[in-house]
């Protein structure tokens, strides 16, 4: 598989340092941030993501917006607006050449039944206006929230196959609904994702919180996750939060286990 980092993850706003990063470590991928060229576009400009592309040979994904973003939203007006957000996104994906966009699905933030039946009737509409992108979707496991619409791996690989996107598996989330629920669930997602899935999502926690920690810290153990992923050719990027330092104690770690032969 194809390892990679977000350095928005790691604080590392700087393309330049970025790259740099990626190239010391010998990563195949930078994970972008939508979010991040929305809120200050001369951060993350399409020019210098080719071109860092084409000098260094390292790629990239895109983590497509997820802040103030809710495509199951029942105000018509925000779901619009965050469907607009989306496929402007994956405009920006295709043009600096992301081999995959990430995005979440949706929220309903009002505890009646009507409101979850609008809700979904939202996220349905928002996906059949997404269909048919120019560059794979990725759909990303939640369940970090009761607010969280989709809530495990069986709705989740419904909605994907319906709509004919892939999937994100992001271990640290499902380790957080593992909790929550008392049972496994990444062997779970793996199943009912299958060939669709393309993208991970690798950090750490304890099972409560979305700590993002390096891959050797909380209560996951990446020993018993790589042989469930035997056979995975797709991209693997790095989401941890403590700095260059953690990205490179995540890096080694999983190397030590044999990640990329995996």
């Not at 700590?211 to 209560?219: F, K, R, V």
């Not at 469930?228 to 953690?246: K, M, Q, Y």
Request: aromatic fraction near 6%; charged fraction near 20%.
């Amino acid at each position: 598989m194809k390892l990679g980092y977000s350095p928005v993850s790691a604080a590392i706003l700087d393309l330049d340092a970025a790259w740099r990063l990626a190239a010391e470590l010998e990563l195949d991928f930078v994970e972008l941030s939508f979010d991040l060229f929305e809120a200050v576009p001369m951060l993350q400009p399409a020019d210098q993501v080719r071109e860092l592309t084409r000098t260094t040979g390292i790629g990239s994904t895109l983590h497509l917006s997820y802040v103030d973003l809710n495509l199951a939203s029942v105000n018509p007006a925000a779901r619009r607006t965050s469907v607009d957000r989306t496929l402007r996104g994956l405009e920006y994906a295709e043009a600096v050449g992301s081999s995959c966009g990430v995005l979440h699905t949706g929220l309903n933030y009002i505890p009646f039944q009507q409101a979850v039946q609008l809700a979904n009737a939202a996220l349905e509409q928002s996906l059949t206006e997404l269909q048919g992108p120019a560059v794979p979707v990725a759909l990303e496991n939640l369940v970090l929230t009761p607010h969280d619409l989709v809530r495990d791996a069986a709705q989740l690989a419904d909605l994907t196959a319906r709509h004919g996107f892939a999937n994100c598996l992001d271990v640290g989330h499902a380790n957080i609904e593992a909790v929550a629920k008392g049972t496994e669930t990444i062997p779970g997602y793996i199943a009912g994702m299958g060939e669709r899935l393309i993208h991970l999502h690798l950090h750490n926690n304890y099972g409560v919180d979305d700590d993002h920690l390096p891959t050797d810290e909380g209560t996951l153990d990446f020993k018993e996750i790589l042989p469930l992923l035997s056979g995975f050719s797709g991209t693997a990027c790095l989401e941890i939060t403590t700095g260059a330092d953690g990205v490179r104690q995540a890096v080694a770690h999983l190397r030590s286990l044999g990640l990329e032969e995996a």
